[in-house]
């Protein structure tokens, strides 16, 4: 089976927040979707090993800000790539409560409160089914879809989400081919974990000669998960 394939589907960018244990907590989602219109529903899945599916099993009320193509990518790496059990995403950001529900306001298009009504058990995910009782527009800003974060932002989908795909080893192997065909004295690396971009002639310092336990600034992870891009 080509996993590629469900790349073509057409996704948003969302965070999704809540407050749990007297901590604001929150993440990156991309699979909001809508079920109904007269009585708003909407559904979207997390990861089990999410800090923040636990919370919003919890609390069972929670807000979603949608993203705009001109927020801070900063915000998107901070609320997807840290877990908010240790981490507090959102003290360098812009937001506002809501009912005591902290809300991302800073490149936000809107936000919609919502009330849990259902979870289903989807094996690695969670489906939650809930009810829109609140919502507010923020910006005429464009709505960034995942397609463009990908294409334009060069960002990837972090192992818990539910559209990560893994790059396999030919994948990787031609990006590499590709590198070393171009004969360029400065080469660029790029995590495949986050998307974080290693410039040799912006950082003076070749890949190889980075120390072995060195870590990708953005997602923590090391040298093994970079490979050379044209």
Not at 48 to 69: D, G, L, P, R, V
Request: glycine share 4%.
């Amino acid at each position: 089976m080509d996993n590629n394939v469900f790349r073509d589907i057409s996704y948003g960018l969302y965070i999704i927040s809540t407050k749990y244990n007297e901590r604001n907590v929150g993440c990156v989602i991309n699979t909001v979707s809508q079920v109904t219109s007269e009585n708003p529903i909407i559904s979207f899945s997390l990861n089990k090993e999410n800090y923040t599916n636990e919370a919003i099993k919890n609390t069972k009320k929670f807000a979603i800000s949608i993203i705009s193509e001109t927020i801070n990518n900063d915000i998107i790496y901070k609320f997807g790539y840290y877990s908010s059990k240790d981490t507090d995403k959102f003290e360098e950001y812009k937001y506002e409560l809501c009912d005591d529900i902290p809300v991302i306001t800073e490149g936000i298009c809107s936000y919609l409160i919502c009330e849990l009504i259902q979870t289903i058990d989807c094996e690695t995910h969670d489906l939650f089914i809930s009810r829109v009782i609140d919502t507010k527009k923020l910006s005429s800003e464009k709505e960034m879809t995942y397609r463009y974060y990908h294409e334009v932002v060069k960002g990837s989908a972090p192992k818990n989400a539910p559209t990560y795909i893994e790059v396999n080893q030919e994948e990787e192997q031609n990006h590499k081919n590709e590198g070393n065909l171009a004969n360029k004295e400065f080469n660029k690396y790029k995590c495949i974990i986050c998307g974080y971009i290693y410039d040799e002639e912006v950082e003076k310092v070749k890949f190889e000669d980075l120390p072995d336990d060195w870590k990708c600034p953005r997602c923590g992870v090391g040298k093994e998960n970079f490979i050379k891009i044209p």
